[in-house]
Every structure is written in structure tokens, then in C-alpha cells.
């Protein structure tokens, strides 16, 4: 039986990059709620050692909206259509590039003093690490 690579769809990373955190917000229609929430994620200190990425997931935003998002360091992946809360989250996950992962809602801010940063693992298992504020 032979298989076949097939290449990755262009909005999966390949990449990961070391003590990045990739935070993914999935959002529609709530552009007040979104800026606030992205506002709170890029002043939160302090940062994680591989700096961070935001990902966020919309099928509503308009291009002007979109460019505003933009201008906080956002990557935006848009979808045609109904996205529903999971699908998104899922989507962001794969298009991160970050060793690990931030799921925030929209509505979500983070505390100024926030530790976007990785901390060890609790579990004995050195593989899994959670992320996690103080």
C-alpha cells in the first residue's frame, strides 16, 4: 500500500515556533468586543519568551473591519458562511504557529499582569504543558 503526502491547505502552519504562544479568537460580529479583547492580549505582561501570535477566526467581518484588526498585529483567517464556535477554534489551531495555545472568546480580556507564558506541566507527563494566568 503506498501513501501519498498531500501539502498542507495554506492556512496550516508547518512551522512551530519555540516558547510562542498562539492565542485564537474566534469572532463574529462583535468588532467592540474583539478590539478590546486583542487590546488586553498584546499589553498583557509579561510575554512569553517566544513572543505571541493571535489568530483570529471570522466569516463576518467586513475588509475595512478587517484592516483594523490588522493594525493590533492580528492574523485574520476568514470563512465563507457558517462557522460555528468549535469548527473556529479548530481552524485557529491549525493555522497557528506557536508551541502552544490560547483559546480566548471574543468577550475574554486578559489582566494587564497576565502570563501569557508556559508553565510546566503538573501532570508528570513532560510533554503536556498548560497555559494559564496568575
Do not use: H
Amino acid at each position: 500500500m503506498t501513501s501519498q503526502m498531500r501539502s498542507a491547505p495554506e492556512n496550516v502552519s508547518l512551522e512551530c515556533r519555540t516558547d510562542m504562544v498562539s492565542v485564537v479568537v474566534p469572532s463574529f460580529s462583535r468588532l467592540d468586543r474583539l478590539m478590546q479583547c486583542l487590546d488586553s492580549v498584546v499589553r498583557s505582561e509579561p510575554q512569553p519568551p517566544g513572543g505571541i501570535e493571535v489568530i483570529v477566526i471570522t466569516s463576518t467581518y467586513s475588509d475595512d473591519e478587517v484592516a483594523e484588526i490588522e493594525k493590533l498585529g492580528a492574523r485574520v483567517v476568514r470563512r465563507d458562511g457558517t462557522v460555528w464556535v468549535s469548527e473556529a477554534r479548530n481552524i485557529g489551531a491549525g493555522a497557528a504557529s506557536g508551541e502552544y495555545l490560547l483559546f480566548l472568546d471574543d468577550d475574554n480580556t486578559l489582566a494587564p499582569d497576565c502570563t501569557t507564558g508556559p508553565c510546566p506541566s503538573r501532570s508528570g507527563v513532560p510533554e503536556l504543558a498548560v497555559v494559564a494566568s496568575s
